[in-house]
C-alpha cells in the first residue's frame, strides 16, 4: 500500500514523497558488514554500573564499508563531547523521537538492490537505505538536536539469529541505549540479545575498537 509521506532526504530537509508503507525483508541489507513498537520506561537514580556500558578491549580496523566514512562525512568521525543537551533524560526523550521518526520515514533496501555492492555505507538516499544507513542518520539528527558526538557511537553485531547488523548506540549516564531500525523500542545494549562486535571508539575520530560482549559472548 502507497500513502504520502514526509521523509528525510539526505540533505537533511524534509520533502513531500510518495513512500512504501511496509516493511520490506532486509536482512540481505546488512549481510557483509550487519521487534514491535513501544516506548523504554526508564527508572530515574544514579549512574548505572559498568555493565550498563558497551566496554571494548583493544583498537581494531573499521568495517570495510566504514574505511572511507571520515572523508566522506566528517561530521560521522566527530567524537566532541559537547552538546547543548544535558541529562541523560532529556537525551533519551530526544534519541527516542529521532528513532521512531528516521524508522518510519526511510524505506529498508540492501545495498546490492542499491548499488550492486554487498556493503555501502551511506546516509539513505531517496529509495532508502540499510541498517548502516538508518544509523548514520539517527546520529547526524541527534548531533543537529545537541546530543554530543562522543555520545553518539555506531556498532556492528550479529542479531538474535546471527546475521550481520549494525545500529548505533546512545551513550548516557543510565547506560548505553541501542537504536535500531528493526524496532521502534530502545533498549539497554544488554538487553537486545546482540552480539556486540566492534563499535566506534569514542576516544578516537576516526577509531573502531573490539568488543565481543553481549549475546552470544555472555554465554
Known sequence: MFS??????????????????????VQAACLGLMMASGLTVVAAGPAYAASA???????VSAPKGARGLCQQYSWACDRSSHG??????????????????????VREISDQQQWRKTEK??????????????????????MRAGVAPSKLLIATV?????????????????????????TNRMLPWQKTGYSFIRMQDPRSASGWTKVMRGGMFSS
Request: charged residues 30%; positive net charge.
Open 53 to 59: 556500558l558497551v566496554i571494548s578491549t583493544k583498537a
Open 158 to 182: 550479529l542479531d538474535r539469529r546471527r546475521q550481520a547488523h549494525a545500529v548505533l548506540v546512545l551513550r548516557t549516564d543510565r547506560g548505553d541505549y541501542v537504536l535500531d531500525n528493526l
Open 121 to 142: 555505507w551511506s546516509l539513505p538516499t531517496a529509495r532508502g537505505g540499510d541498517c548502516e544507513d538508518f544509523a548514520l542518520l539517527k546520529k547526524r539528527e541527534l
Open 4 to 25: 504520502s509521506k514526509t521523509h528525510f532526504n539526505p540533505k537533511g530537509n524534509t520533502v513531500r514523497s510518495t513512500v512504501w508503507r511496509g516493511r520490506r525483508a
Open 84 to 105: 547543548s543537551v544535558r541529562g541523560a533524560a532529556n537525551e533519551i526523550a530526544i534519541a527516542d523521537r529521532i528513532n521512531r521518526a528516521v524508522n518510519s520515514q
